[in-house]
C-alpha cells in the first residue's frame, strides 16, 4: 500500500491487498468495488488535481495524469469511467408500503451493491416510503458478477467445442476486471517474476453527490436523482510506448531512437528488437497465469526511460551492460536499452487459471463488431474465449511488422510464430498472414488459432533457434530481471515446449491401456507431449483432472523410462501434479501419490 502526507492530509492507495484476498477466498468483488472510497473526499476537494489528459481505452475511459498530495514529484495515472444510473422498478402491493431500506438491502443480496450506496443515490433517506410504484437508482453495471453456477459457452474457433466457466468465476464488467487482472500482473511486478508491468496501485468508487430534480415550480420530485458515479484505476505513470516512438505526423518515424543500432555478439541489432523480446517474456510471464491480454497493440505496450534511478530487484538497470532472463533453467542475456517494456491495459483481458477473472463481453462476444445494417461483420470476435498461448504473441508481432518495424529480427519471429521457415521469402511471409489475421484489424482469424498454438508459444520462440545470440551463460555485470525459480510460483501455468516433429492430438491418440515394457524413451517422450498438448487444450474443469490423472498413471505403469526423460519435461510433470492435487486426488492410487511425493 503506497502511502503519502502532507502537513493537513493523508492520503493510501486502497484496496490492491483487500482485491487479491476476494479472488483468493471467493468473495463479492462488486460489493467491495462500489462501496464509496476514503479518496473521494479528496476529488471533492480538488486535492486530488486532474492534471493532464493522456488519453482514451478501449471502452473510451479517458487516462489522466493526476497529482497526489503528498507524493512530491512522483506521477501517478488515473483512468476514470462513469457508471451511468440505472432505473429500477418496485413492484408494491395495493395498500403495502415498501422503505428505501428494505429496498437497498434486497438489492444488495440480489446484486451485490453496497447498501449505503443505494441509499446514497435515492437520496440518503433509509426511511423513505414508497406506497405506489416506483422507480429507484442503482449503479448501472455493479451488478454482481461472481457466477453462481457453472457455464458452458461456445468457443470461437469450434462452435462444436466449450469453454467452462465453473461457479465462482469473476465475470465483469471492463473497469473490474481490469482492475483486478491488472493488480495480479502488477503483483508479477513486485514480487520480482518479471519487471514488465505496470504497477497497479488501487480502485476508488465515488458517488457524485446527489440532488433532487424539481418540477416546474422549483419544489422536490420525491425519489427522484440525476446523477452518475465514478470509478477510478490508480497506477504508475509511464514514459511512452512503443506506437509514440515508431511513427510520428508522417507515418514511420525512421529517425526516432527506438530504430538504433546495438552491437550485440558481433551482430546488429535495433533497440525495437530487444523490446520485442521483453514483450515476448512478459507474455510469457502473464501466461504462467492463464492470462490472455487480449489487445497488445503498439500503444498498451508501454516503455519505461532506463535512467539511473530506474530499480527493479534492489538492483539499478543502468548500472549493468546486460539484462538477464532465467527460463526454466536457461538463461537468455540481452543488452540494456534506453527502455524497458511495461504492459498494461488489461480492460479486455481474462486469466482462465482458476478462480477464472475476465472482462464479461470478451467471453461472451470476444467483441465481434456490427455492420452497416446493424448485423454482425464477416471478421468474426475480435478475441478468443479460451485460453491460447498464440494469440498475445500474433497479434504483437504483426502490429510491429505492420507498423513498419519488419527488421529482419522482427521478420524472423513473425515467421517462428506462424511455424514458417527461417528462410521463407516476404511474398510467402504475405500468404500467411493473409491467412492468420483479419485484413480490416489485423487481428488473428479465431478459427486459425490452434494452428499456431505451438509455434507462437513465447516461450518456445524465446529458446528457438533465432534467439541463439542472446542464449547461454552470462557475461559480467549482469542483472536479472526475471524470475529465476519459477518453480516457487503459487498458481502458475506451465507449458512442455514444442516437440522437434509435432503431431495432430485426437482423445483417441492417448488411451490408458497398459504398454509393453519394451516401448522406446522416444514413444513415452511423445506420449508425455500428447498428454501436455490434451492438458493444454481442455477447459472442462471436471475433465481436466481425469486427463491429468490418466498421464500419471501411464507415466507411474512406465516409470523405467520416466527417470529417463529431461529434466524440463519431469519439472512440468511434477508441477502440474502439485497445483492438482486435490483436484485428481480421487483419480490416482495411493501408490502415485507416494511416486509422485518421492
Same mark, same amino acid.
Given at each position: 500500500?503506497?502511502?503519502?502526507k502532507?502537513?493537513?492530509?493523508?492520503?493510501?492507495?486502497?484496496?490492491?491487498?483487500?482485491?487479491?484476498?476476494?479472488?483468493?477466498t471467493?468473495g463479492?468483488?462488486?460489493?467491495y468495488?462500489?462501496t464509496?472510497?476514503?479518496?473521494?473526499?479528496?476529488?471533492?476537494?480538488?486535492?486530488i488535481?486532474?492534471v493532464?489528459?493522456?488519453?482514451?481505452?478501449?471502452?473510451?475511459?479517458?487516462?489522466?495524469?493526476?497529482?497526489v498530495?503528498?507524493? !512530491?514529484?512522483?506521477e501517478y495515472?488515473?483512468?476514470?469511467? $462513469?457508471d451511468?444510473?440505472e432505473?429500477?422498478?418496485?413492484?408494491?402491493?395495493?395498500?403495502?408500503t415498501?422503505?428505501?431500506?428494505?429496498?437497498?438491502?434486497?438489492?444488495?443480496?440480489?446484486y451485490? *451493491?453496497?447498501?449505503n450506496?443505494?441509499?446514497?443515490?435515492? !437520496?440518503?433517506?433509509?426511511?423513505?416510503? +414508497?406506497?405506489?410504484?416506483s422507480?429507484?437508482y442503482?449503479?448501472?453495471?455493479?451488478?454482481?458478477?461472481?457466477?453462481?453456477?457453472s457455464?458452458d459457452?461456445?468457443?470461437?474457433?469450434?462452435?462444436?467445442h466449450?469453454?467452462?466457466?465453473?461457479?465462482?468465476?469473476?465475470?465483469?464488467?471492463?473497469?473490474?476486471s481490469?482492475?483486478?487482472?491488472? *493488480?495480479?500482473?502488477g503483483?508479477i511486478?513486485?514480487?520480482g517474476?518479471?519487471?514488465?508491468?505496470i504497477?497497479?496501485?488501487?480502485?476508488a468508487?465515488?458517488?457524485?453527490?446527489?440532488e433532487n430534480?424539481?418540477?416546474?415550480s422549483?419544489?422536490n420530485i420525491?425519489?427522484k436523482?440525476m446523477?452518475?458515479?465514478?470509478?477510478y484505476?490508480?497506477?504508475?505513470?509511464?514514459?511512452s @510506448?512503443?506506437?509514440?516512438?515508431?511513427?510520428?505526423e508522417?507515418?514511420?518515424?525512421?529517425?526516432?531512437?527506438?530504430f538504433?543500432?546495438?552491437?550485440?555478439n558481433?551482430?546488429?541489432? @535495433?533497440?525495437?528488437?530487444?523490446?520485442?523480446?521483453?514483450?515476448?517474456?512478459a507474455?510469457?510471464?502473464?501466461?504462467q +497465469?492463464?492470462?490472455?491480454?487480449?489487445?497488445l497493440?503498439l500503444d498498451?505496450?508501454?516503455?519505461e526511460i532506463? /535512467?539511473?534511478?530506474?530499480e527493479?530487484?534492489n538492483?539499478?538497470?543502468?548500472?549493468a /551492460?546486460?539484462?538477464?532472463?532465467t527460463?526454466?533453467?536457461?538463461t537468455?542475456?540481452?543488452?540494456?536499452?534506453?527502455?524497458?517494456?511495461? *504492459?498494461? /491495459?488489461? !480492460?479486455?483481458?481474462?486469466?482462465?487459471s482458476?478462480?477464472i477473472? !475476465?472482462?464479461?463481453?470478451t467471453?461472451?462476444s470476444?467483441?465481434?463488431q456490427t455492420?452497416?445494417?446493424?448485423?454482425?461483420?464477416?471478421?468474426?470476435?475480435?478475441?478468443?474465449?479460451w485460453?491460447?498461448?498464440?494469440?498475445?504473441?500474433?497479434?504483437? &508481432?504483426?502490429?510491429?511488422?505492420?507498423?513498419?518495424g519488419?527488421?529482419?529480427?522482427?521478420?524472423?519471429?513473425?515467421?517462428?510464430?506462424?511455424? &514458417?521457415s527461417?528462410?521463407?521469402?516476404?511474398?510467402?511471409?504475405?500468404?500467411?498472414?493473409?491467412v492468420?489475421?483479419?485484413?480490416?484489424?489485423?487481428?488473428?482469424?479465431?478459427?486459425?488459432?490452434?494452428n499456431?498454438r505451438?509455434s507462437?508459444?513465447?516461450r518456445s520462440?524465446?529458446l528457438?533457434?533465432?534467439?541463439? /545470440?542472446?542464449?547461454g551463460?552470462?557475461a559480467?555485470?549482469?542483472?536479472?530481471?526475471?524470475l529465476?525459480?519459477?518453480k516457487?510460483?503459487?498458481?502458475?501455468?506451465?507449458?512442455i515446449p514444442?516437440r522437434?516433429?509435432?503431431?495432430k492430438?485426437?482423445?483417441?491418440?492417448?488411451?490408458s491401456?497398459?504398454?509393453?515394457s519394451?516401448?522406446?524413451?522416444e514413444?513415452?517422450?511423445?506420449?508425455?507431449?500428447?498428454?501436455?498438448? &490434451?492438458?493444454?487444450l481442455?477447459?472442462?474443469?471436471?475433465?481436466k483432472?481425469e486427463i491429468?490423472?490418466?498421464?500419471l498413471? +501411464?507415466i507411474y505403469?512406465?516409470?523405467v523410462?520416466?527417470?529417463? *526423460?529431461?529434466?524440463?519435461?519431469?519439472?512440468?510433470?511434477? $508441477?502440474i501434479?502439485?497445483?492438482?492435487?486435490?483436484?485428481i486426488r480421487?483419480?490416482? $492410487?495411493?501408490?502415485?501419490?507416494?511416486?509422485?511425493?518421492?
Amino acid at each position: 500500500m503506497k502511502t503519502s502526507k502532507t502537513m493537513n492530509t493523508s492520503f493510501e492507495f486502497q484496496g490492491r491487498d483487500e482485491t487479491i484476498k476476494i479472488i483468493d477466498t471467493g468473495g463479492n468483488l462488486v460489493e467491495y468495488l462500489t462501496t464509496q472510497s476514503a479518496e473521494c473526499p479528496l476529488f471533492e476537494a480538488d486535492s486530488i488535481k486532474l492534471v493532464k489528459k493522456l488519453g482514451e481505452g478501449q471502452a473510451g475511459a479517458p487516462a489522466w495524469l493526476i497529482n497526489v498530495p503528498g507524493a !512530491g514529484r512522483r506521477e501517478y495515472v488515473a483512468k476514470i469511467f $462513469t457508471d451511468k444510473l440505472e432505473k429500477i422498478d418496485i413492484a408494491i402491493t395495493p395498500g403495502n408500503t415498501v422503505t428505501l431500506d428494505q429496498v437497498a438491502k434486497k438489492i444488495q443480496e440480489n446484486y451485490g *451493491i453496497p447498501y449505503n450506496t443505494t441509499i446514497y443515490l435515492n !437520496g440518503g433517506n433509509s426511511e423513505l416510503a +414508497y406506497k405506489k410504484k416506483s422507480k429507484l437508482y442503482i449503479m448501472g453495471n455493479a451488478k454482481i458478477c461472481k457466477t453462481t453456477k457453472s457455464e458452458d459457452i461456445k468457443r470461437f474457433d469450434d462452435p462444436n467445442h466449450f469453454n467452462t466457466i465453473p461457479a465462482g468465476s469473476y465475470v465483469c464488467v471492463e473497469r473490474f476486471s481490469e482492475y483486478v487482472v491488472g *493488480i495480479i500482473c502488477g503483483n508479477i511486478f513486485r514480487k520480482g517474476m518479471s519487471a514488465h508491468f505496470i504497477d497497479m496501485f488501487g480502485f476508488a468508487t465515488c458517488d457524485q453527490p446527489v440532488e433532487n430534480e424539481k418540477d416546474k415550480s422549483g419544489k422536490n420530485i420525491e425519489g427522484k436523482f440525476m446523477k452518475n458515479v465514478k470509478e477510478y484505476v490508480f497506477m504508475d505513470k509511464i514514459d511512452s @510506448t512503443i506506437k509514440k516512438l515508431m511513427e510520428n505526423e508522417n507515418g514511420r518515424n525512421t529517425n526516432s531512437p527506438i530504430f538504433g543500432k546495438i552491437n550485440f555478439n558481433g551482430k546488429k541489432y @535495433t533497440e525495437l528488437d530487444i523490446l520485442c523480446i521483453q514483450t515476448l517474456s512478459a507474455i510469457s510471464a502473464m501466461q504462467q +497465469y492463464g492470462i490472455v491480454h487480449g489487445d497488445l497493440h503498439l500503444d498498451n505496450v508501454f516503455l519505461e526511460i532506463v /535512467d539511473k534511478k530506474t530499480e527493479y530487484g534492489n538492483n539499478f538497470l543502468l548500472a549493468a /551492460d546486460l539484462w538477464e532472463y532465467t527460463i526454466f533453467g536457461d538463461t537468455i542475456v540481452i543488452p540494456k536499452t534506453t527502455w524497458i517494456v511495461k *504492459i498494461g /491495459d488489461f !480492460g479486455l483481458s481474462v486469466k482462465y487459471s482458476l478462480p477464472i477473472v !475476465g472482462n464479461e463481453i470478451t467471453l461472451r462476444s470476444g467483441y465481434w463488431q456490427t455492420d452497416a445494417t446493424g448485423n454482425l461483420d464477416k471478421n468474426g470476435p475480435w478475441l478468443p474465449n479460451w485460453f491460447t498461448t498464440a494469440y498475445d504473441v500474433l497479434y504483437f &508481432l504483426v502490429n510491429v511488422y505492420v507498423a513498419g518495424g519488419g527488421t529482419s529480427f522482427v521478420q524472423s519471429l513473425l515467421k517462428r510464430a506462424l511455424g &514458417l521457415s527461417e528462410k521463407a521469402n516476404n511474398k510467402e511471409l504475405e500468404a500467411e498472414i493473409d491467412v492468420a489475421f483479419n485484413k480490416s484489424n489485423m487481428r488473428p482469424r479465431m478459427t486459425e488459432l490452434n494452428n499456431y498454438r505451438s509455434s507462437a508459444n513465447p516461450r518456445s520462440i524465446l529458446l528457438s533457434d533465432i534467439m541463439e /545470440d542472446f542464449q547461454g551463460v552470462p557475461a559480467k555485470n549482469v542483472t536479472s530481471i526475471e524470475l529465476a525459480n519459477i518453480k516457487s510460483v503459487k498458481g502458475m501455468k506451465y507449458t512442455i515446449p514444442k516437440r522437434v516433429s509435432p503431431k495432430k492430438v485426437s482423445p483417441k491418440k492417448v488411451s490408458s491401456k497398459k504398454v509393453s515394457s519394451e516401448e522406446t524413451l522416444e514413444k513415452f517422450t511423445d506420449k508425455i507431449y500428447d498428454y501436455s498438448e &490434451l492438458i493444454e487444450l481442455e477447459t472442462n474443469v471436471e475433465k481436466k483432472p481425469e486427463i491429468i490423472a490418466e498421464m500419471l498413471n +501411464y507415466i507411474y505403469k512406465n516409470n523405467v523410462y520416466a527417470n529417463k *526423460i529431461s529434466l524440463e519435461i519431469r519439472t512440468w510433470v511434477k $508441477t502440474i501434479y502439485n497445483l492438482n492435487k486435490k483436484l485428481i486426488r480421487p483419480y490416482i $492410487t495411493q501408490k502415485i501419490v507416494d511416486y509422485m511425493s518421492g
